[in-house]
């Protein structure tokens, strides 16, 4: 069902996707950005479960991971934040990033089943490589969730087809490094871009060091179909919010920046 | 153990494994290449030992130890890696992956440490060969190792301050991996102790395994035969696995890990990873870990900051499945007794690592751990002067 999602939001034509972590600020927060991002004009939704060390995440995202687990966001309560973005968004497609330890803790089949029935469209797990993903693999395809693999700026052509070959979209990773906006260095992002482009039919989601506009109609000029916009909303969140009193301000200034992020002109 | 959770890239049974981020992988494939076509050339084992005799220190003798052990009941040998330079068998690995990183042309090291032992010995290293280095590590850690972070400082390494999490091993793990996903192309990352994702835990144990080779070749000559049981602390397991993989094919041997029980097993103050810890994804390997039931890593404790980790190397968790090698704990407290008795004895000052070792040692014939006329050989992986400032502060009054 949640799969069908993501088939007609690619069908659609380019989306903007941002990234949020369940529980950050607090649970209920989360909720209300991920509806207000969606309001705001986000064809997709990307979303991270909190986990204690993510290795692959720069500042930013650690610093929202670590107010989710702050607030208790266990990963128990992480679905059921998750069921209620889903049944708030109908078919906006979401994709989750979830860390190798929390979905091996609970089982690759439970795991995947409850993301499924969370709602969930796809799962991206950075640290199981795709060598080390057949188990997790059989798990997606059991529970009808599809999988995605993450390629980088030196994967090799034979293995960025691999990867093509066993992902929904392929998630790039526009820089080398772990997540966070940078601040030079994007045409070499594109050309990347138009490179996977060539190599591969599978619809690419473009990912790390995005901030702007202009940069997210340039990578959608360039081929991407998606654009992952995460650290840059990560730190407004941590900027705006300072206390409970602070969520409607926080909501309404996330609300506008990611306008900013899809409006046309 | 369900077959299809054999990794695929350098399994250990089930553990092991490379789950790394993809974007680490030409990296890893990189350093895996070159282990294989590297490591084993003449030029290379000669430049390693050549290197490993005139600058670490090599071959350490055994020491027996008459007094000790009749404290043990258990007639006790050391095999001295305190004695090499830097204070710790740490020295034996960065010689080999720092040379192993010249050869592959790259001229900046990255390394994590705790207890800054592996800080020190990368810095160290770099300063002979004139590399560049950064060390991470954990913000707690700096406090507690100050005169570690001075040394390092002073062979020219730069030491950041990690400040996540609970800001000691771990963490500063995180973060050197987090430096290496951006600055491959010009940097190894020389990780310290047998975990991390394949190739890491064959490339540590096989430059740290010259201690087990040395130690069974020394025992044959001066005692005879082989020990009848071979005790190394275990934290992430690189002395361990070092003494042990020489006697691992020997059936007789029983080989026993003694992991920091710290508060006690039962405080949930610990960090014993083999003895109380469950199977998970850490620092890109499948291994035992210390987590929660939804898989978040769970913060360890140890009086010893070298212990304080709440994974393990992969090839023990193999090891303890397979009954291989036995895995125990002894508290901070017996550790800290032990650290006393051995320098009472014998008049050597051990690391707060080993004396976890050195407490099981003691405590083993009375609780039955070990049989009576047990021959013992003991990796003293490290001495104690980087530990006197911490236990002169706790004032004990025994």
Known sequence: MSLRSLRTALGRGPSVSPFLVLGDPTPEVSVELARAAVSAGAGMLEIGFPYSDPAADGPAIQAATGRALAGGTSTRRAFELLGRIAEASPGIPLNLLVYGNLVHRTGYERFTGAAADAGASTLLVPDIPIDEATPLRRACRRSRLGHVELAGPLTPAPRLRRLAAASRFLYLAGFQGVTGVRATGFDGVLDRVAQVRAITDAPVCLGFGLSSRDQIVRAFEAGARIAVVGSHLARLVGTLYGAPADADRLVAGYRSAVLRLTAEE | ?398
Request: proline share 6%; aromatic share 6%; charged share 25%.
């Open chain 2, 1 to 398: 153990m369900k077959p299809s959770l054999r990794p695929r890239q350098g399994a250990f049974g089930s553990f092991g494994g490379r789950f790394a981020p993809e974007l680490l992988t030409p990296a890893l494939e990189e350093l895996e290449t070159a282990r294989r076509e590297i490591v084993p050339t003449r030029t290379f084992r000669d430049e390693l030992d050549r290197e490993a005799r005139a600058w670490v220190g090599r071959p350490t003798p055994l020491t027996s130890a008459p007094r000790f052990s009749a404290r043990a009941g258990l007639e006790t040998v050391f095999k001295r890696e305190d004695l090499l330079h830097g204070g710790a068998h740490k020295a034996n690995n960065v010689l080999g992956q720092a040379l192993l990183a010249r050869h592959m042309g790259k001229s900046r090291l990255i390394a994590e440490t705790g207890a800054g032992q592996h800080g020190t010995a990368t810095a160290m290293i770099a300063a002979r060969f004139g590399m560049e280095a950064v060390i991470y590590m954990g913000e707690k850690d700096m406090e507690r190792q100050a005169p570690n972070v001075k040394r390092m400082e002073l062979c020219g390494a730069e030491v950041i301050p990690v400040t996540a999490g609970a800001r000691t091993l771990k963490d500063a793990i995180n973060e050197a991996l987090r430096d290496w996903t951006a600055s491959l192309s010009t940097t190894h990352y020389l990780l310290g102790t047998a975990a991390g994702p394949h190739p890491f835990p064959r490339l540590v144990r096989d430059f740290q395994a010259v201690i087990g080779r040395e130690a069974k070749r020394q025992w044959r000559r001066e005692f005879g035969g082989l020990p009848d049981v071979v005790v190394a602390c275990v934290g992430g397991g690189s002395n361990a696995i070092g003494i042990f993989h020489a006697f691992v094919p020997e059936e007789s041997v029983r080989l026993v890990g003694v992991e920091p029980g710290g508060a006690g097993l039962d405080s949930g103050r610990h960090g014993a990873t083999l003895v109380r810890g469950t199977p998970g994804l850490l620092h890109g390997a499948r291994t035992m870990v210390l987590q929660d039931d939804e898989g978040q890593i769970l913060e360890p404790h140890s009086i010893s900051a070298g212990l304080d980790y709440p994974g393990v190397g992969p090839e023990h968790a193999h090891l303890q499945e397979t009954g291989r090698a036995r895995y125990v704990a002894a508290t901070d407290e017996e550790a800290l007794a032990a650290f006393e008795v051995l320098s009472a004895t014998e008049g050597i000052v051990p690391a707060f690592e080993p004396s976890h070792a050195l407490a099981f040692v003691l405590r083993a014939r009375e609780s039955g751990e070990l049989p009576a006329g047990a021959r013992v050989l003991l990796n003293l992986c490290g001495r104690g002067d980087k530990d006197l400032e911490t236990y002169f502060a706790l004032d004990r009054s025994r």
